[in-house]
């Protein structure tokens, strides 16, 4: 590995992505999902408490009186998932845009490793996942300039959002890397991150291991606590071991282009 | 500076080049000759590392392509087929990035990517996105990215199509310019072009190679060719000039006029000439013109790539 060239090939991809229109109509688009959502989140605690004032026993039943559990969490949670349809719009061109043009043939005979590409472009694409998730940050501002959230699970929940997101842009660069059809890498992509978030629908019905193995692999499973501000390293190496392999596989995919 | 050893390449059954062998001098520029898909675009892809050939061996610069491609890499330029490049950067910005990712030191970046710009005629363009400039631009764009890092080894893959005459005489005139300081690998179907810039031609089709000399070489060891103009009953003449020795072929063509017009493949020539002339004196005839025809490297190439065939 070597810092420059995958810096080089970060900036590269950056200006690139930047350039495009794509990138700021999937980021209008993420905010006005997770904006949407903030919004129903916020006017429904907001109606409850204020029938609360009059209803103890809704207070009671609604866990209500805390924005935590009932605002900042189910949120990270539609974040996440808006999060999973959005990456493979971010990560469908990094491979298959340049074989579709040719380019490939020059930057794959330039003097530098493929590690260097791989992580060059993920790390590019990991810039326009931080800019998006920063952006929703006015939602909890909100909150804290409003009300007292605790601020320990909002960062903790940020942290969730970041590795989900990363994740989801690793298996993207991955499928991206399969084909030199934008589309196709894109559809693998939601395939794949849709079963890996409802994975876990089939807990129940399989025996007691076999869920467990299941409910481990979910992707979504793994923010919960996160969103509860409950930093547990198993899912953190979780997120991890995700990234890694999927760059893993790029690489390798990569390689047996060269092969073919 | 390039050798080429047994060099294979299959695409699953199919086998795209079959057991070349070649080499390269320093300083020299290699014509690389052949039909659409006779595999040159193959050997410039390994050459490069693009991909490894099946088997065989391939060394560029002292190194070998498959085992030591960085170091290969880090001392080739590479211009392939159709110029692919990143259309949504500007040039000045497209030839910096190159010029570092080639390994260029930072503080020279900016000096190696001016000068290049300006060997291949592109400050007027400097500033603008790639998408926006004409497409003998692109080319020149693809030119200096392969030769920002001042290689060893230059491959081109077909670096004149697709251009108007006038681009066409510039780029060749730049790739001559090129000789002596780098060695030059260039493919092309454009038969006048070798002659004009290589000093050997190799010449590939269907993946086996077909013949390695210089242009002229090629073009002397054909057989001479002369055109005739004759006044006179045209199935007379056929028939004097199948009698006549030293002929090996004729063969008639349109001309204005009501006199016959031939082209005439001597074996021998001065037998030939003779044959014509005393044929010409017995029955009368008026010979209006005889010229050489210059045989050239299109019909070697159609000669040879037959002969493949047949």
Not at chain 1, 132 to 158: D, K, N, S
Not at chain 2, 207 to 219: F, I, Q, R, S, Y
Request: aromatic content about 8%.
């Amino acid at each position: 590995m070597n810092i420059r060239n995958v810096s080089l090939i970060l900036n590269r991809e950056l200006k690139s992505y930047f350039s495009s229109l794509t990138v700021y109509v999937v980021i209008l688009m993420f905010l006005l999902m997770t904006g949407y959502f903030f919004y129903n989140l916020l006017a429904t605690f907001s109606i409850v408490s204020f029938q609360a004032q009059t209803d103890p026993m809704l207070a009671k039943q609604y866990q209500l009186l805390n924005i935590n559990e009932t605002v900042i969490r189910p949120l990270f949670g539609s974040i996440s998932i808006i999060l999973l349809l959005m990456t493979p719009l971010l990560t469908m061109r990094l491979f298959a845009e340049e074989k579709k043009t040719g380019t490939i043939e020059l930057l794959l005979t330039f003097p530098i490793n493929d590690v260097d590409v791989v992580l060059g472009k993920y790390l590019a694409c990991i810039v326009v996942l931080l800019t998006m998730v920063a952006l929703t940050a006015t939602y909890p501002i909100l909150l804290i300039a409003l009300g007292e959230p605790e601020v320990v699970p909002i960062i903790t929940g940020y942290l969730g959002l970041v590795l989900i997101g990363a994740a989801a842009i690793a298996l993207g660069i991955f499928t991206s890397s399969l084909t030199e059809n934008q589309i196709v890498s894109a559809s693998i992509s939601f395939g794949m991150l849709f079963f890996f978030w409802l994975i876990s629908y089939s807990v129940p019905l399989v025996s007691a291991g076999l869920g467990q193995v299941l409910g481990y692999l979910s992707i979504n499973e793994h923010i919960a606590s996160l969103s509860k501000g409950v930093v547990d390293s198993e899912d953190i190496i979780y997120y991890l071991c995700f990234i890694v392999l999927f760059l893993f596989l790029t690489l390798r995919s990569l390689e047996t282009k060269r092969w073919r | 500076m390039i050798e080429v050893e047994n060099l294979v390449k299959e695409y699953g059954e199919f086998r795209a080049i079959d057991n070349i062998n070649f080499t390269v001098g320093k300083g020299e520029i290699l014509g690389f000759l052949g039909p659409n898909g006779a595999g040159k675009t193959t050997v410039m892809r390994i050459l490069t590392c693009f991909f490894p050939p099946t088997s065989g061996k391939a060394i560029v610069a002292g190194f070998n392509c498959f085992e030591d491609s960085l170091n290969v890499r880090k001392r080739i330029g590479y211009l392939p087929q159709k110029v692919p490049l990143y259309e949504d950067m500007k040039v000045h910005d497209y030839l910096r990035f190159v010029a570092a990712v080639k390994g260029t030191p930072a503080k020279e970046v900016n000096r190696k990517t001016a000068k290049v710009m300006d060997d291949c005629g592109l400050s007027d363009v400097s500033h603008k996105l790639i998408s926006t400039i004409s497409g003998g631009y692109k080319q020149r764009v693809g030119i200096a990215q392969a030769l920002v890092n001042d290689p060893e080894v230059l491959i081109l893959d077909e670096p004149t199509v697709g251009l108007d005459p006038k681009q066409i005489k510039e780029i060749r005139s730049l790739i001559k310019e090129l000789a002596g300081r780098h060695t030059v690998i260039l493919s092309t179907h454009i038969l006048p072009e070798v002659s004009i810039l290589c000093g050997r031609v190799i010449i590939i089709n269907k993946g086996k190679l077909v013949a390695v000399d210089k242009p002229e070489n090629l073009a002397s060891e054909n057989t001479k060719k002369m055109f005739l103009r004759i006044s006179g009953n045209a199935q007379m003449i056929e028939r004097e000039l199948a009698a006549t020795g030293g002929i090996s072929s004729f063969e008639k063509e349109q001309v204005a006029g009501d006199a016959c017009g031939f082209v005439v493949v001597f074996d021998d020539e001065k037998r030939g000439r003779q044959g014509i002339q005393s044929m010409i004196e017995k029955n009368n005839w008026d010979l209006l013109e005889m010229r050489p025809l210059e045989t050239s490297l299109e019909d070697i190439f159609i000669k040879l790539v037959t002969k493949e065939e047949a």
